[in-house]
């Protein structure tokens, strides 16, 4: 059952144990939420894309603090769709939601004045692909940011061992996806185990 409840965190099942690991990763990952928001520089007026979207806590803290702001989300899961498509009743006209795999975004080029990701890009098939979908999506001079509750391989293992499909990619790593999708001034932090990088689109 644990192994279970474990895999669920890549991919949420359509039923209630789907329904409480997208719940508890909202309460669980607030505060990668709150660094993650901490630095960047939200738009005034724009629309911010969520690769991975979860449980839409990320997004519903952008709706709640900046109300001039649209957010688009994407998953692979449809529990996740559909948990964040409730977010539509609170916030009418601002929030997309579309299942969808980031190395295929359904978006047109240069939509986004900023994309986001939190504790996603571990079951990414393919990083480098998804990087450079992200890429053609956002507009000239809009950034990227990425945050992972773990960054250290080893320690990591006691996840990734048990989480199929899940890699867990070093700072270093990091920023060279960054840079051959094609981000510039590219910056990581670090805060423990867990790492945030960031790059802009020239």
Known sequence: MFTRYLNNCGRPESNKLGRFVLKSMNKGHAYIYRWLLGNV?????????DVG???GALME????????IKTYGIDISDESVRMCG???KKHPGRI???KADAVSLPFPDETFSLALSCESIYFWKAPDKALS???RTLISGSWLAVAVETSDKNKARIWSD???GMTVYSPGELRSLFCNAGFVHIESQMKGQACLVKGMKP
């Open 96 to 98: 997309e939601v579309r």
């Open 162 to 164: 048990r989480i199929s």
């Open 41 to 49: 520089h939200l738009p005034e007026i724009g629309i911010v894309l």
């Open 61 to 68: 803290r952008i709706l709640n603090e900046f109300p001039s």
């Open 133 to 135: 979908e992200i890429y």
């Open 53 to 55: 979207c979860g449980g």
């Open 86 to 88: 409730e977010l539509k």
